[in-house]
């Protein structure tokens, strides 16, 4: 794997703007989310800037768009401020594949990793030493806080790239704060030479037990690389619509090209302030890839994951096509998924 030197890359906040609801009664809930988004502002070193955007137009549809100029109705909108439902998608929730045979697809794969959490840097210098997980793929990346080495010691090992965000926070509802952190790292992402010669554009969380062979099978059939396209991959009990989750992101290199134009991000993936407190990165992109006029394609074949419905106590599979399974906290388990995978007969 090569390594590639820390990419310096402009981070534009997303605004609040006057039609973004605030609610005359605010929660301790809202208070708190409040309280996080602006512990995110600061630590990102940034200041909103509160002007007024081009707004672009749109035909009347039966539920609520949800996009520069959107009225923001109470189909969408809870009352701390927080849209929920399939309406931010706008009418059409996500799409059929519909794509052509492709012999080959080159995978750009990443992670994101925290020093303070240990067991994340020690899952990911273990797969790099057996050459498991993302680094499988054509293109392997791993971005963090800090610039350690993944084999402390060994020269040739390669080096995190820095990303030189704070550390995300947790939002009251449990989850991590990191979408400012993501926005980071896509763009690093784009000044990677790599990244032009690649197809497609894989996340992966450390604790994920990623099988890339089973991610290129699946890419045999899918839209060309330069169309904007990504996947949702959830169908969760608690969520009743598909959503992307975090711990596998796939998009195309048309669709991160297109993020990676900031006025076009900062004028249609704005966020209420109570949303910007509480957003993790897979809320956030999969609202913004939306917007800047991604097309949501749905496989539920990608992702086994227990927020998504899986019941973990059923193990991982050799015989079955999902390319990720997660969470998988330590080593030891991680390992014994990963095997299980593994075909030996």
Known sequence: MEVVSDVEAELLPLEHTADSPVPGHRSRRAIAALVFALVAFVGAGYISEFRPRHARSHPSESVVLITSNATLGTKSVGMDGIRWGPEVFGKTLYEDVNGTQHSSTKLFCYTVV???????????????????????????????????????????????????????VRAIEGWFVNWSIFIKVLDMVVKD????????????????????????????????????????????????????????????????????????????????????GMAGEDMFLDRCMTWIGGHRLFNSSLLRDTFCGWNQSAGCSAHEPYVVYHPFKDVASWEVCWNSTLDTN
Not at 143 to 166: F, W
């Open 114 to 168: 925290t020093s303070a959490y240990g067991l994340e840097l020690e899952l990911i210098r273990y797969q790099w030493r057996h050459g498991m997980g993302i680094f499988q793929c054509d293109t392997a990346r791993v971005y963090g806080d800090l610039p350690l080495s993944l084999q402390p010691g060994n020269a040739s090992a390669p080096v995190i790239v820095q990303h030189k965000m704070p550390p995300s």
């Open 193 to 276: 030479p790599a990244f032009q010669h690649s197809d497609v554009i894989v996340k992966a969380d450390p604790d994920a037990v990623l099988v890339a062979p089973r991610l290129r099978v699946a890419l045999t059939t899918r839209r060309a690389a330069d169309e904007e396209w990504y996947f949702a991959n959830c169908e969760s009990p608690f969520i009743k619509y598909p959503t992307m989750q975090g711990p596998l992101e796939i998009f195309s290199k048309g669709m991160v090209q297109r993020f990676s134009n900031v006025s076009a991000r900062t004028a249609d993936c704005r966020m209420t302030l109570a949303e910007q």
